[in-house]
Structure formats: C-alpha cells, structure tokens
T-cell receptor, first 117, second 113 residues
Framework: AQKVTQAQTEISVVEKEDVTLDCVYE???????LFWYKQPPSGELVFLIR??????QNEISGRYSWNFQKSTSSFNFTITASQVVDSAVYFC??????????????FGEGTQLTVNP | SQTIHQWPATLVQPVGSPLSLECTVE??????LYWYRQAAGRGLQLLFY??????ISSEVPQNLSASRPQDRQFILSSKKLLLSDSGFYLC????????????FGPGTRLTVL
C-alpha cells in the first residue's frame, strides 16, 4: 500500500525566510507520480506540481522549487523568500500508475505554513 | 478551459436527514471524477471515484453513496446523516490518463448537528 508522510505538522517563519516542507513516500510501484497542492484558508486545493518517477530533475518555478530524490523516497518543497500570501496548508500526494482505476491520490496529512510579517 | 463547480458551498443538516451534494465539470469530456472528505485539521480521504457514467468505486465503507448520472456530473448522497459525516467535501476531476493531476472544486462545508 502507498503512504505519504509529512512529518512537519506546523511551520512558522518570518517573511523573507526560506522554508522547506518535507515529504516522504512509500510505494511498491516503479511507475508513480508525486504532487504538491496548496490549500489557502478559502479551502480550495490548488495544484502546484506533478512529477513522475522517471524524472528526477529538480524544478524551479519562481520562488518555488522541488527536490525529488528516489534514493531517499523524498519530494521536498522549498519556498524562497517567503511571503505572507504563502500561508496555507500544503499537501504532498502520491499516485500509482492507475490505469483502469484512474489516478487515485494518497495524500499526506499536510503541513500548515504560517508566514508572519 | 475546464472549470469544476460544487454546490452548495455550506450546509447545516440535522442528524438523520438526507444529503445530496452535486459536482459538475465543464470544458472536458470523459473525466475521472472523485469525492474526498477532509475532517478538520486533517488530510484528505478519498471516498469515491468514477472513470465513467454509472461506474463508481468506493474506497471507504460508510453510509454515503455516489452516483454519476451524466458524464460530467457526480453526486454524493446519504439517506441518513451521522454526526461523523461533518467535514469539508471536495470534488475533483482528472483527465483519463494514468497519473494525471487532479483539479479540485471549491468544496462544500457540511455540519451535521
């Protein structure tokens, strides 16, 4: 069975600090997909990134960057120069190949990030 | 572009009453559809998913049911609500591809009293 662990329940930083959100996953599949979602106070989940298991290149998008390491089964998310608007709950998720079952996601418990001015 | 709608946005219901939450998707065909529940301060739990009209798979045995009467319509129902059914219900869709990202609706906040 697949599992996603986000060990950090809550993180609090001061604006402009860098912050890294950890994600560790477990799966028996060789083909799988990893995701990060942001849930602001409004509640709607916002898709941030999708990574497949064959692509270990790190990715940067503005102030966001992701570090995927298969050797440690980790997919960590870093926000550089954090801003108050980054305050939200962040979820890491895992999907196995799915096929006829669709892309069912297993979510971690989420990390509440608070960025203080 | 694709959009996903959910209604109602909030709902307060007494224990033992029925429930019907609706989700519709626009701008795509034959999507995979999902219902999740999020209890306060917790992660998301997949309740049901559907890969086509009339095809429903249940992840967690409970007093909820789902139906997909049309390609882009997904309904979550209950005949008798329990206190433990309170939570935030999210509908999502994904393309019919393996490992496709899911896009979520705005959610329905259900309080059972």
């Amino acid at each position: 069975a697949q599992k996603v662990t986000q060990a950090q329940t809550e993180i609090s930083v001061v604006e402009k600090e860098d912050v890294t959100l950890d994600c560790v996953y477990e799966t028996r599949d060789t083909t799988y997909y990893l995701f990060w979602y942001k849930q602001p106070p409004s509640g709607e989940l916002v898709f941030l990134i999708r990574r497949n298991s064959f692509d270990e290149q790190n990715e940067i998008s503005g102030r966001y960057s992701w570090n995927f390491q298969k050797s440690t089964s980790s997919f960590n998310f870093t926000i550089t120069a954090s801003q108050v608007v980054d305050s939200a709950v962040y979820f890491c998720a895992l999907s196995e190949e799915g096929g006829a079952s669709g892309s069912r996601l297993t979510f971690g418990e989420g990390t509440q990030l608070t960025v203080n001015p | 572009s694709q959009t996903i709608h959910q209604w109602p946005a909030t709902l307060v219901q007494p224990v033992g009453s029925p429930l019907s939450l609706e989700c519709t998707v626009e701008g795509t065909s034959n999507p995979n559809l999902y219902w999740y529940r999020q209890a306060a301060g917790r992660g998301l739990q997949l309740l049901f998913y559907s890969v086509g009209i009339g095809q429903i798979s249940s992840e967690v045995p409970q007093n909820l049911s789902a139906s997909r009467p049309q390609d882009r319509q997904f309904i979550l129902s209950s005949k008798k609500l329990l206190l433990s059914d309170s939570g935030f219900y999210l509908c999502a869709w994904s393309p019919g591809l393996a490992g496709g990202e899911q896009f979520f609706g705005p959610g329905t906040r259900l309080t059972v009293l």
